[in-house]
Nanobody, 112 residues
Framework: QVQLVESGGGLVQPGGSLRLSCAAS????????IRWSRQAPGKEREGVSC????????YYADSVKGRFTISRDNAKNTVYLQMDSLKPEDTGIYYC?????WGQGTQVTVSS
């Protein structure tokens, strides 16, 4: 059974950092494009970043470019999202996705 499990969320002050993890089971992350999306209260779901399976190329939404970094550890079958210089508008539930499969999400709250 395909499963994605996010972790690493929490409460952080503006300007702080968090690293989110997305661990997969029943499939090999390295063979597929993996995306991070977020859902903020009262807003539409937004694609944040993705990493290609083919060549490891990455994509970032303009709102996070230069502050977030997506990476993959094939040995651990895990994708990470390093989030630096966090802003209150980064608050939301963060999900990793692979095709139709979504994790349960991890809450990120940026507040002083």
């Amino acid at each position: 059974q395909v499963q994605l499990v996010e972790s690493g969320g929490g409460l952080v002050q503006p300007g702080g950092s968090l690293r989110l993890s997305c661990a997969a089971s029943a499939f090999t992350l390295a063979n597929y494009e993996i995306r991070w999306s977020r859902q903020a209260p009262g807003k539409e779901r937004e694609g944040v970043s993705c990493i290609s399976s083919r060549d490891g190329s990455t994509y970032y939404a303009d709102s996070v470019k230069g502050r977030f970094t997506i990476s993959r550890d094939n040995a651990k079958n895990t994708v990470y999202l390093q989030m630096d210089s966090l802003k209150p508008e980064d608050t939301g539930i963060y999900y990793c996705t692979h095709g139709p499969y979504w994790g349960q999400g991890t809450q990120v709250t940026v507040s002083s």
